[in-house]
T-cell receptor
Framework: DAMVIQNPRYQVTQFGKPVTLSCSQT?????MYWYQQKSSQAPKLLFH???????NEADTPDNFQSRRPNTSFCFLDIRSPGLGDTAMYLC??????????????FGPGTRLTVT | AQKVTQAQTEISVVEKEDVTLDCVYE???????LFWYKQPPSGELVFLIR??????QNEISGRYSWNFQKSTSSFNFTITASQVVDSAVYFC????????????FGTGTSLTVIP
């Protein structure tokens, strides 16, 4: 039944140690998103893929990278995590929004703690 | 400028009371979409409703109802006969057709239903 799956659900990493978060989907949606959500804040879009086209938000730090090897999978790489990167990371998917906008379906998130 | 405003940061109600969560949006586009999401303590954002700017009909789904008023740029959400399971953070979001991938989230309203 799970449609958007994220692994791991919880991740603790040390300052500066690279970490990769993964997301997979069974919805066959064209668009995949990565959000960062800090405590008591709204989700903040980091980037999204429209098929294989990568779209980076202007204020997303260079420290954050992403890969989408196929339709189903997307990865978030944090090259050198800082303490300020402690947050929930949410993956979402949607249908192609050409001329419209469709609801996004979210995964359960990965809670990342940087120590 | 904030495109979506949820002025109520926290609300507490006693079980079985009705509660309305306010959402005010700002856009110059004539075609846009409004969404509500629920985020329970587990963290996953759950899609509740999508409404396009041309459809001002109010919608009811069980104990949930939504009041869309273009004249006041509001898309309010009412929970009737609230239950403890309704306790969550609720986010309102806006998407404009010309930038369909971009969701503008409000800051969320934390609802606590007291048994």
């Amino acid at each position: 039944d799970a449609m958007v799956i994220q692994n791991p659900r919880y991740q603790v990493t040390q300052f500066g140690k690279p970490v990769t978060l993964s997301c997979s989907q069974t919805l066959n949606h064209n668009v995949m998103y990565w959000y960062q959500q800090k405590s008591s804040q709204a989700p903040k879009l980091l980037f999204h893929y429209y098929d294989k086209d990568f779209n980076n938000e202007a204020d997303t730090p260079d420290n954050f990278q992403s890969r989408r090897p196929n339709t189903s999978f997307c990865f978030l790489d944090i090259r050198s995590p800082g303490l300020g990167d402690t947050a929930m990371y949410l993956c979402a998917t949607s249908r192609s929004p050409t001329g419209s906008s469709y609801e996004q379906y979210f995964g359960p998130g990965t809670r990342l703690t940087v120590t | 400028a904030q495109k979506v405003t949820q002025a109520q940061t926290e609300i507490s109600v006693v079980e079985k009371e009705d509660v309305t969560l306010d959402c005010v949006y700002e856009t110059r586009d004539t075609t846009y979409y409004l969404f509500w999401y629920k985020q329970p303590p587990s963290g996953e954002l759950v899609f509740l409703i999508r409404r396009n700017s041309f459809d001002e009909q109010n919608e009811i789904s069980g104990r949930y109802s939504w009041n869309f008023q273009k004249s006041t740029s509001s898309f309010n959400f009412t929970i009737t006969a609230s239950q403890v399971v309704d306790s969550a953070v609720y986010f309102c979001a806006l998407s404009e057709a010309r930038t369909g991938n971009q969701f503008y989230f409000g800051t969320g309203t934390s609802l606590t239903v007291i048994p």
